[in-house]
Structures are given as C-alpha cells and as structure tokens.
C-alpha cells in the first residue's frame, strides 16, 4: 500500500511502500509540484529504486526552476538506501529523529 | 518456501507478504528484512522488464538458516537465501558490474542501474547462472551484517 497526499502544513506525506507497482501514482503527484517542496517521509516504510526514479526525475524539473526537493523524517533504512545511491549529495535530506 | 508468481508488477504486493511471513515467523531483523525486500523487487522487476513475453511465471524462494548453539536460539545468527528462477527469459548477469557514478552532479544522474548497483552493495552474496533458458539468481543477507 502507498499513499501520497498533501499534510496540513503544505508538506507532501507519503505513506506506506513505495515499490514499482506505485510509480504512477507516485509520478502522476509529484509531476504537480511546482516550487519548493518538502516531502514528510515520517511513515514511508520503504522505496525501491523505481521509488528513487521519481523523486530523481522530480528534483532535476524542479531545479531546473531554481527550487527543489527537501525530504524529511527519513528513516534509517531509506536513508542509508540513499546514501548508497549517492542521492545524499542531491537532495536535502533530514533523517527521522 | 516457493512459489511462483505471474511476471506482473502486480505480483509485487503478494510477492511482499509471501516473504514477510517468512521473515516475520523466523524473527528476522529490520536491518535484513529491508535488504531483502528491496532485492527480492529488484530482482523481480527485472525480469519482468527484460522478459515481459515469456509465458511463464517467476518461481521466488526464501530461506532462512541458523548457525549458532541452538537453531532458535535469539543470538545465532541468521541468514536469509532468495532463489528467483526465470525459465525462458534472456541472459543478465547482475552481478556483472556496471558503472554507476553515484557522485556525479544532479544534471548528469540518471536513475538507470541503480537498482542493480544496490543490490551489489546490499548483499552479502550474489550469484547468477545461465544455462538452457533458465536464469537463476542467488541473493544471500545474513543477520550481521545489517548495514541498511
């Protein structure tokens, strides 16, 4: 299951097990960001590198527009796959505390 | 445990709760349990990618194994084997290396091979056979060794 819908505070919550299966849904949200935006990864148990893709492809539209993506409350599972793909050094990333 | 699963992306929720009994029942820790997972998709969506006309299904297996005094003992170790079979498709190593620069600037990343490139990183032992059709991939984690 995934989840992804705006929190009260303007921040994007994402919910749940972001696999392959969800990258539509995924993709089809995000693609309606506009500006700087913050992503609460407080409850996402999981992402794959479908997952990554989308938050990739994300950052470089919204870079290109001089704003981007902050993710915050990144678990220690997430953040390490992160760190593996390098992505630490292309978003701003703030780890669950 | 085995079973198979149609080469769908729609198999990758049963494909989950197949592995997290598993894993749940043999008290598997978060640290393999993650790795596990991710590799089990990796793998998995692989295949259905590079093999999406092959009529047959994905035949996943999971294994746990102890070593330690006692086989239930909490501090034996464990260590968690995915078998995935794939009968008819194309050759692909993946544990052949391929080149992933993780520290290149946001303009010139592109999110291909990253899933091949964790997998490398995340297992303690990955093994790939060809022969006749048939591909096999082993991916091996074993408590211990919880880097994720």
Redesign the interface.
Known sequence: MFEIEYGDNGEVVCRG?L???QCEKAQGFMDGLVGASTLDFADLE?I???G??IL??T??RL?GSSSGLRIINVN??IR??FR???FH??FDIEAKE | MRRDFPRSLDSLSPLYEFAEEILETNEISPGVRFPVHLAMEELFVNMVKYNPDVPTDITVEVTVTFSGEASNDAASSKEVTVTLVDDGGVEFDVTAKRHVNIDAPLEERTPGGLGIHLIQNLADRLEYTYKDGRGEVIFTKGSGNEDV
């Open positions: 097990r696999d392959a299966a999981y794959s590198s479908a990554l893709g990739l492809k950052q470089k870079v220690n599972h390490d796959v593996y793909s390098g050094t292309i």
